[in-house]
């Protein structure tokens, strides 16, 4: 497996998408491209140990800064990064790609190299949301900001086909992100695209309110336009992290007067002459501490589900080859992390059975005029 890496992209390269690439090579045994000015990758690499790893290290001179347009950048800088990864790719020369630069410049790239499944008009990016059952996918989160309701259709088409064929949904339920349940409920987008899914033959449920999406699991897949999708995964992530700090903030701050509190009854008993009463207390200081984990282990659980550094990053739907693209943030784990998810992109056949599955179900109205 030949996984392609932007290693000149990220706020912290080339420093951790090295060393993401150093640990996904020596975790997942896979070939990882490091494609960026040379003379800057080969003295990071350097510093870690890659006997026995593959990581080839292929030139790419100029880089895309987070301030260029995309569709401009990708047409004046030839050799950026991004432009020869994709290519490598386009090429048959690697798998996959992945990357933690601008991600404009990625869709943009990965549709002027790798150009758009068929039907696909506008591409899309999905992640999956934990939720208090089952994880549902979510899309846009990014790709497209400024969407028609044919777009949105196609998202649903493809959201569809990826819960079905990718996540072993069956007969995925499909539901329209908004502020209400009611038809007549959201702008104008989200009321035409509303009329578009119910003509479809997806599984459409009607509208959905955040809500229910989280709490009540009434669908497999919600579909919003990029623009919203993108503020919702952000204020998510942000909501989870604030909340979790605060209580661990306040877990400390409060730690001693609560666990002289728990062991006030047993420091009691220890008062009455015993042999045993220090073992007593010992145990009851251990089942403070354990009580209190307990309590701290679901926390952190909900963080890790959150975090983006977990899944490291997320699909690009709608181009002919595996696009990851990872947080701009990404440390060497969150790079590790979605080069795994690459690796079982290629591995599932995702791209490949995502094209068979929307040309099967391409429906929608023809375009207007």
């Known amino acids: 497996m030949r996984i392609v890496l932007d290693a000149a992209g990220g706020d912290y390269a080339p420093r951790e998408p090295v060393k993401g690439a150093v640990l996904a090579a020596r975790k997942y045994k896979c ?3 490091l494609v960026g000015p040379k003379a800057k990758l080969e003295a990071e690499l350097a510093r870690h140990n890659t006997q026995g790893l593959d990581l080839p290290i292929v030139d790419a001179p100029e880089i895309i800064e987070m301030a260029e347009s995309p569709s401009q950048a990708v047409r004046r800088k030839p050799n950026s990064s991004h432009m020869i990864g994709l290519r490598l790719v386009r090429d048959k020369k690697a798998e996959a790609f992945v990357s933690a630069g601008h991600s404009g410049a990625s869709m943009a790239g990965a549709l002027l190299v790798l150009g758009r499944l068929p039907g696909i008009e506008r591409p899309a990016l999905g992640v999956t949301f934990p939720t208090l059952s089952t994880p549902v996918l979510l899309m846009d989160v990014g790709a497209t900001t400024d969407c028609r309701a044919e777009n949105l259709l196609q998202f649903a088409q493809m959201g569809s086909s990826y819960a079905e064929h990718m996540l072993g949904v069956s007969h995925p339920r499909i539901a329209l992100l908004a502020n209400g349940e009611e038809q007549n409920k959201g702008d104008k987008l989200v009321q035409e695209t509303h009329l578009l899914l119910r003509e479809s033959n997806l599984n459409f449920v009607g509208n959905a309110e955040p809500k229910d ?11 919003t336009g990029g623009f919203v999708g993108n503020l919702v995964l952000k204020m998510s992530e942000a909501i989870v992290s604030t909340a979790s700090k605060k209580i661990i903030a306040g877990m400390r701050r409060h730690f001693i007067p609560r666990l002289i509190l728990s062991l006030s009854p047993t420091i009691a008993l220890t008062l009455w002459p015993g042999k045993s009463r220090w073992r007593t207390l010992a145990g009851a200081v251990l089942g403070s501490l354990g009580l209190l984990s307990w309590a ?3 926390l952190l659980e909900v963080r890790r589900e ?9 699909p690009l739907f709608g181009v002919k080859g595996a696009v990851i693209i990872a947080h701009g943030k990404s440390d060497a784990l969150a790079i590790c992390n979605a080069i795994r998810n690459a690796k079982e992109t290629v591995e599932s056949q995702t791209v490949q059975g995502l094209e068979e599955s929307i040309r099967s179900i391409m429906v929608g109205p023809p375009k207007a005029t």
Request: charged content about 10%; aromatic content about 8%.
């Open 306 to 314: 959150t975090d983006y550094r977990s899944y490291g990053g997320v």
């Open 213 to 223: 999406v989280l709490l009540n699991h009434t669908c497999d897949v919600v579909i």
């Open 296 to 298: 701290l282990i679901p």
């Open 31 to 33: 070939t990882v491209i």
